[in-house]
């Protein structure tokens, strides 16, 4: 875990609402892994704003963007501008610093025996499975089911927004208003792709999980029953690390920080009536 000011390389808007922003961070470039974050500063605002790694790299700024010409590793965040820090944040232009930590927390694991990896995401929840497809895709089949409210926050659909190639995804798009693909969420075609996965990684909102949750509580045999899943967390912080115990949840293990312990966890460890994040 390290704590720097690293420039900004580009912050463009890449969906409506949603920003794309390459941070020169090589020390968090080298260490992070899928499913872990980092925490931004935002202005003055005391707490610290925590954003999954959404991918590393070094050239992939967006073109015509790159203000400091450099090539240092970078990681790159995707996020939604959703309260007064992620607007400030959403307003920095390439070449400005800013101050973050990580790589934080504990990440997303692939089992050895893997081979075909189902990957479930509800929205901005794409965030984190980019870079564990970024990660997989050479040695692993990936099909990975995006949900979304309509096409345009469809992450197929903004050409900007990832190098990583998809000839080997499988991408399934899901859409609330049927403006692409499938219209209804992610969770209702999932049970169709369950046969082949070997293990299932899934970001989303927290009625995402319970939908999840329920349907595997509820399916009496295999078909629908769903097999290893791990699930990323997203909850306000304090610390982000460990010392605050803001980001406690419920578990069958007993009580874990989101922060230190997550934000991946398995699915089924996870006792959701008690979680309203
Ligand atoms: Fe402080 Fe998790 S945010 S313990």
Redesign the pocket.
């Known amino acids: 875990m390290k704590q720097a000011l690293c420039h900004i390389s580009s912050n463009a808007e890449v969906m409506p609402g949603i920003h794309l922003m390459w941070i020169e961070a090589p020390d968090i470039a080298a260490a992070g892994r899928p499913g872990q974050f980092i925490t931004v500063r935002c202005g003055d605002f005391p707490l610290r704003r925590p954003f999954s790694i959404h991918q590393v790299g070094k050239d992939n700024v967006i073109a015509g963007s790159d203000a400091t010409g450099t090539k240092q590793p970078q990681v790159a965040i995707l996020f939604k501008v959703t309260g007064k820090g992620t607007l400030w944040l959403s307003q920095r232009e390439a070449g400005e610093r800013i101050d973050i930590i990580g790589p934080l927390g504990r990440g997303f694991t692939i089992p050895p025996r893997s081979k075909n990896l189902l990957l479930v995401a509800g929205g901005i929840g794409l965030a984190p499975l980019v870079f564990l497809m970024q990660q997989a895709l050479s040695q692993h089949q990936i099909t990975l089911i995006h949900g979304a409210s309509t096409a345009v926050q469809l992450y197929s659909n903004s050409s900007q927004l990832s190098t990583i190639s998809y000839q080997r995804v499988q991408f399934i798009p899901v859409t609330e208003d049927g403006s692409a693909g499938q219209k209804g969420r992610a969770t209702d075609i999932l049970p169709d792709f369950l046969d082949r996965a070997d293990q299932v990684y899934a970001c989303g909102p927290v009625g995402m999980y319970k939908a999840m949750t329920e349907m595997s509580s509820r399916a009496k045999r295999s078909k629908l029953k769903l097999k290893k899943c791990q699930v990323s967390l997203e909850v306000r ?12 949840i419920d578990t069958k293990k007993g009580l874990r ?4 312990d997550g934000p991946v966890f398995e699915l089924d460890d996870i006792i959701w009536q008690e979680v309203s994040l």
Not at 237 to 248: E, P
Not at 257 to 260: E, L
């Open positions: 912080m304090g610390c982000g690390f460990g010392a605050c115990y803001g980001c406690t920080q989101v922060c230190r």
